[in-house]
């Protein structure tokens, strides 16, 4: 089935080790976007593409970074996990700069 | 600086009794405003997007109005299945790259 699909959904890693969130879509849409959500804070943006090579720093980039070498993938990595990166992290993507956001199911890191 | 802001941040209903979510904002120039809903262990799911004052848009039991400081999602005779947390979400004029700002939901409980 066409979607957006996240991987793994479920991540324990140590504290200073690296970690890489999937994120395939199979719509071909130009943007896609990498949000963390957390109990008092919402949703907050990470990181963005508006298509392939080209991505931009949202909200919090600080210790992640991204690569977009593929229309349809938008891998997100910790380089060196902290504690206050454990969090529930959504991958979506549009199809143009005012469509609406297609959301993953997200993917519940924990970082010990 | 955008903002913006939900309220109530949580509200129970008995089936039947129709209520209204707020989500207020604050931009230089509206874009978009997009509403989601978001099941637990899910990934936000679009609802509506307005685009100007004025314009109304329905969907089942759930009606978005939209005015020039806030929008209103407007729930008639909810049943228990509308229960989840509603998103609100504005995209400003000037924001190339299709990012949205986020308000923190309301979380809906709908008790039969």
């Known amino acids: 089935d066409a979607g957006i699909t996240q991987s793994p959904r479920y991540k324990i890693t140590e504290t200073g080790r690296q970690v890489t969130l999937m994120c395939h879509q199979t719509w071909s849409h130009s943007y896609m976007f990498w949000y963390r959500q957390d109990l008092g804070h919402g949703l907050r943006l990470i990181y963005y593409?508006?298509?392939?090579?080209?991505?931009d720093k949202g909200e919090v980039p600080d210790g992640y970074v991204v690569s977009r070498s593929k229309t349809e993938n938008f891998p997100l990595t910790l380089e060196s996990a902290t504690r206050s990166q454990t969090s529930v992290y959504f991958c979506?993507?549009?199809?143009?700069?005012?469509?609406?956001?297609?959301f993953g199911n997200g993917t519940r890191l924990t970082v010990t | 600086e955008d903002q913006v802001t939900q309220s109530p941040e949580a509200l129970r209903l008995q089936e039947g009794e129709s209520s209204s979510l707020n989500c207020s904002y604050t931009?230089?120039?509206?874009?978009?405003l997009f509403w989601y809903r978001q099941d637990p262990g899910k990934g936000p799911e679009f609802l509506f997007t307005?685009?100007?004052a004025g314009e109304e848009k329905e969907k089942e039991r759930l009606k978005a109005t939209l005015t020039k400081k806030e929008s209103f999602l407007h729930i008639t005779a909810p049943k228990p299945e509308d229960s989840a947390t509603y998103l609100c979400?504005?995209?400003?004029?000037?924001?190339?790259?299709?990012?949205?700002?986020f308000g923190q939901g309301t979380e809906l409980s709908v008790k039969p």
């Open positions: 307005l685009y100007s």
């Open positions: 931009v230089s120039g509206l874009r978009g």
């Open positions: 979506a993507s549009r199809t143009g700069d005012n469509s609406p956001l297609h």
């Open positions: 979400a504005v995209q400003a004029v000037y924001n190339q790259g299709g990012k949205l700002i």
């Open positions: 593409s508006a298509a392939a090579d080209i991505t």
